[in-house]
């Protein structure tokens, strides 16, 4: 079976952070740097995370089958909350380098050559992070959108660094001291995307309801079909993956017969699925008579 465009992404994403990888760790022992050394650390997490999408994005390319009647969506909810963890792990490592450097000083190197190299490895993580954010949307795909945070994350904090070391160049040697304090703060950053992306894992897993402007959206899908002698009650929403799901109770006269039932909810289904074309929708049918 052919990679599908998500995995194809994913793929870009590998390739981009053993790219950013060689470069930022060369960047590193040229200048001694510890906020360097942290840059380079997040792109470890940055393959690794690549390559735990991937592995993610392929399981839930799967159709559904017998013993997954709902497909295997939710398996990017693991992607991204391992994604997660592994920042936490490269904030915690990075703080821990920060903290031997406050307790050890050590001149720094050839900042210019370094800084240059980590400039391009940065522009290589922007553009990769615009497509992979460009393809998120387009496919709906968490594990995606939490690999292009990621890397727009390290952009930014590569781009901090770049500019407080510029500072420490022509600054006298006391300020040199800004280099742990910078890693520092790009741990603490890093440690809130970690949870960010965390907690949002634990949403999907734990089926929380779409967010409220959807379920709006859906409100309005259904009102838009039925008649004024109908209502509906009972709305319940999640989200696997790029899937959404939707179920309520449709409340009809009792003498409405099952045909009309049924020309009427296919068409609640299909203003739903016009909004959201991905989503599954389960309507019970009841009667308004016998609705207290």
Known sequence: MSPTQPQRMAWLSIAASVATLVL?????????????????????????????????????????????????????????????????????????????RFIHPAPLHQLGLGLGISLVAAAINYGVAVALMKAAKRHDSITLEADAQHLMTDVWTSAGIV????VVMFAPPQWQILDPIMAVAMGLNIVYTGISLIRRSWDGLMDAA?????????????????????????????????????????????????????????????????????????????SIEEHP
């Open 210 to 286: 779409l967010p409220a402007n959807e379920v709006v959206q859906i409100e309005a899908a259904i009102r838009s079909e039925i008649p004024g002698n109908a209502s509906f009650h009972d709305l319940k929403t999640r989200k696997s993956g790029p899937r959404r799901f939707a179920e309520l109770h449709l409340l009809l006269p009792g003498g409405t017969s099952v045909t009309d039932a049924h020309h009427l909810c296919d068409r609640i289904e299909t203003a739903i699925e016009t909004a959201f074309p991905k989503a599954s929708i389960t309507i019970h049918v009841e």
């Open 24 to 100: 930022k760790f060369g960047a590193y022992f040229l200048t001694g740097s510890v906020s360097l050394f942290s840059d380079a650390a997040e792109s470890v997490v940055n393959l690794t995370a690549g390559f735990v999408a991937l592995a993610a994005l392929t399981i839930a390319a799967r159709p559904a089958d017998s013993g997954h009647a709902y497909g295997h969506d939710k398996a990017e909810y693991f992607s991204s909350g391992m994604e997660g963890g592994l920042i936490l792990v490269a904030a915690i490592s990075i703080i821990y380098a920060a903290v031997e």
């Open 163 to 166: 500019a407080g070391l510029l």
